[in-house]
């Protein structure tokens, strides 16, 4: 299968807020506040071509057609640094429902780790958001998908905010059917399979551990 081309949010607004977050001496305050602005930009774009369908409303003057999602959306964060995006993407799909994958990254190996998941039942008819805010090695980011297509997700879409060109390939191999949305994608991994220039560790700097 052909996998759609990443798609690189260059809006003014979401590159501002990421170089915000890209800068080293930037507090875990402001890069939580930036993460929660930039994840609202991206979702806005992942969300675009989500089918709607005709609901029946009353204006306070008329009857009217409106529109509403067509399926549930299921948000799923991998712990613990998409919890940055999916706090800042709730509000605008209250209805939506959390899923939580955890997998953390073997410091030695760079492999992922699978530690904990928490799935509804619906997501066969669900469209599914995975969230992670750094697409390194693709690791994590390819065990979550395959975690949830085994539960019975078939509309997957990922979002991230740094890319690399090695965690975009592991997706086009493993997943070419997800699309995937970022704000960058930038040189590649250094020898700890840490993306460059980056933003250093996403969830030490969002919640300050």
Known sequence: MS????????????????????KEDTPSAQFRWHLQR???????????????????IRTPLAEMQGQTFARP???VPILRAGL??????????PEATVAHIGIARCEETAKPKP?????P????????????PMLATGGSACAAIS???????????????VSSPQGLEAMHEKHPDVPIVTAAI???????AYIVPGLGDAGDRCFGT
Not at 84 to 93: K, N
Not at 121 to 132: G, H, K, T
């Open 73 to 75: 959306i299921v948000l």
């Open 3 to 22: 996998a759609p081309q990443p798609l690189v949010v260059t809006h003014p607004l979401a590159q501002i807020h990421l170089t915000v977050m890209r």
């Open 147 to 161: 975690q949830l297509k085994a539960a019975g997700a078939n509309r997957l879409n990922f979002i991230s905010v």
């Open 84 to 93: 940055g995006l999916a706090d800042a993407i709730l509000p605008l799909v």
């Open 186 to 192: 930038d040189d590649g991994l250094n020898d700890r």
């Open 121 to 132: 039942a619906l997501l066969s008819r669900s469209d599914v958001f995975v969230l992670d």
């Open 115 to 119: 530690y904990y998941a928490k799935l």
């Open 38 to 56: 930039l994840a609202e930009i991206l979702f806005t774009v992942a969300s675009r071509s989500l089918e709607t369908q005709e609901v029946s």
